[in-house]
């Protein structure tokens, strides 16, 4: 039998790309979106089961206090992404 020595590149996948496939909370400059991140490339994210953030409510409560389900999947441009992260 013989053995074959490969080398192995393990790239640590960092930002937004780290997030998908979860529901995450983008806080972007005139809205909040909420949504499964499904996309990621160097203009835009792709969000699925999309809603926009009108009202948080108290950040210590699940859930939002305004959210408004869109009727299909968006693009939002990262230049407008303020903030990102894990959505409860």
Not at 55 to 75: A, I, V
Request: glycine letters at 10%; hydrophobic letters at 40%; a negative charge.
């Amino acid at each position: 039998m013989k053995v074959v020595k490969r080398e192995v590149e393990i790239v640590e996948v960092e930002g937004l790309a780290s997030l998908l496939g979860e529901r995450v909370l983008l806080m972007c400059a005139n809205y909040f979106y909420e949504g499964i991140l499904t996309g990621v490339n160097n203009t835009c994210v792709l969000l699925e089961d999309v809603g926009i953030v009108y009202e948080t409510g108290p950040w210590s409560e699940t859930g939002f206090k305004d959210r408004q389900q869109l009727p299909h999947p968006r693009y939002v441009q990262n230049t407008f992404i303020e903030s990102y992260g894990l959505s409860e």
